[in-house]
């Protein structure tokens, strides 16, 4: 006899009929699924999950770069079951509860220099959104209330709120809702596979300074830059960079921001993407990894000195959500920073990048690998069609190479990794902090028998054998 769950799902439906008749996946092409099936995820363990039908993936993206130590973790999981028994919420709106009060001064023991304030969020847009929103109230109480605007750099992704999305670099998602929000300014990233010719990379940093002197220093406020650019594939900042910046921020009084929602809690092997790259930000921004994503939460992490003037007579932070510093997941964010540190999470990146970056890095001899780039447990290769002139795929060919193949057949073959063209063709690899060269193999095994019938399919030649080519997009 079926029990009653069987029962209620066979008069409402499988699983795949609900799904294609009631949920609106985020960033979906939901005609897609018109005549195929959603993949539909339904257990994790480890560095792998399960579909529906029992098939195993390889996590190579982390669940969006969020699942940092791992799927299937009960011990967090308890600690937030724990937390629930005995206070499931109570809000931070004039009110204060331990797991939150003890996680953020554990965030702000972790955070470098005078990063002393923690002011939680439900999320990663949402922590971007509040530090553009500190940024502006800031300079108003400290006497230059037209500074307003921020500058971010090209193709990046910030978020997706209205606020974040002016910071946010990628067209494609800016003009379906714009007018956007006033202020956001952009310069060029720091993409060396393509920098122009005219360029050097000092140039990158200076750009910064010419765009405030442009913008008029007077009215920008702040400068918001991830260590490791995601949108675009995994750009790494040339040597000298972001001390560059950090001088510029200085001399015309802007907020340095540092976005480490994906950049943080281990992906580049330390707390944070700027000790990686040893500077010193103004606010951090961060999500995803603080709680392994087994529960919803951001953060901006911002300075003593941006803190000062709210902490004087009547004056607040104008600001906040319902869900900041929840207590279930503050309970569970230290559960899962107690995993970091008695398991050596940021020890097991530091130990097994290179071998990481070495199994990438011998997939150059695919003709169509240009180039391979990243830091940490945080990759993209970028796919050319000359490797020799380096010229890229148009936006049809792209459509035909990403979405046409290379998503669909990467997943049949077990890997689930990020197939994107929010810039030129990249596949961004992610896997969990545990992951080790046991995975590292089998993400060589399905991308190099993937990229090599890839390159069959769009006709892409052995580097030398024709010489007949566009030049390389700039």
């Not at 005549?35 to 994790?44: L, Q």
């Not at 999981?77 to 206070?87: D, F, N, P």
């Not at 996680?103 to 949402?126: C, H, Y």
């Not at 709680?291 to 003593?304: F, L, Q």
């Amino acid at each position: 006899m079926a029990s009653t769950e069987e029962a209620v799902r066979a008069e409402r439906g499988t699983l795949q009929e609900l799904a294609k008749r009631h949920l609106w996946m985020h960033f979906t092409r939901m005609s897609a699924y018109d005549h195929a099936d959603v993949p539909i995820i339904v257990r994790g363990d480890g560095c792998y999950v399960y579909d529906e039908h029992g098939n195993r993936y390889l996590d190579g993206l982390s669940s969006l770069f969020c699942v940092n130590v791992g799927h299937g973790r009960a011990d967090i999981v308890q600690a937030g079951a724990e937390q629930a028994k005995e206070l499931g919420f109570f809000t931070n709106w004039s009110y204060a509860h331990p797991p939150a009060i003890e996680l953020a001064a554990r965030i702000a023991s972790l955070a470098p220099g005078d990063l002393n304030r923690v002011f939680f969020t439900s999320g990663g847009s949402e922590a971007v959104e509040s530090a553009l929103k500190l940024s502006r109230q800031y300079h108003k109480l400290t006497g230059k209330p037209n500074k307003t605007k921020v500058i971010a750099r090209e193709i990046a992704y910030h978020g997706t709120s209205l606020g974040a999305l002016s910071a946010t670099g990628i067209t494609d998602l800016r003009t379906p809702f714009e007018p956007l929000t006033p202020g956001g300014c952009h310069v060029p990233n720091t993409n060396t596979y393509r920098m122009p010719l005219h360029m050097t990379e000092a140039d990158f940093a200076e750009a910064v300074a010419e765009r405030i002197e442009f913008e008029g220093p007077d009215t920008v406020a702040a400068v918001i830059m991830e260590p490791v650019q995601n949108a675009g594939g995994c750009f790494t900042p040339p040597d000298g960079y972001f001390q560059r910046v950090r001088e510029i921020c200085n001399e015309y009084d802007v907020l340095m921001i540092s976005d480490e929602v994906i950049c943080a809690w281990g992906r580049l092997g330390e707390w944070f993407g700027c000790q990686r790259y040893d500077y010193q930000p103004d606010m951090i921004t961060t999500a995803k990894g603080l709680t392994s994503a087994y529960a919803p939460m951001g953060a901006v992490i911002a300075s003593d000195r941006v803190a000062e003037p709210f902490m004087q007579g009547t004056t607040s932070f104008t600001h906040g959500f319902t869900f900041g510093g929840h207590p279930v997941s503050s309970a569970i964010a230290m559960a899962n920073l107690d995993v970091f540190e008695r398991e050596g999470i940021l020890d097991n990146v530091r130990s097994n990048e290179p071998t990481f970056r070495e199994m990438l890095e011998s997939l150059r001899d695919l003709p169509i690998v240009g180039d391979v780039r990243g830091a940490g447990y945080f990759h993209a290769i970028e796919l050319v069609k000359d490797r020799d002139t380096r010229e890229t795929f148009d936006d049809d060919e792209a459509e035909t190479l990403l979405r046409g193949f290379l998503s669909g057949e990467l997943y049949r073959r077990g890997l689930i990794c990020r197939a994107d063209d929010r810039g030129d063709p990249v596949i961004q690899l992610s896997p969990p902090l545990i992951a080790g060269p046991e995975q590292f193999q089998e993400i060589e095994s399905i991308l190099r028998a993937v990229l090599t019938k890839a390159a069959e399919h769009m006709h892409v030649h052995t580097p030398g054998a024709h010489h007949l080519h566009q030049a390389p997009r700039t």
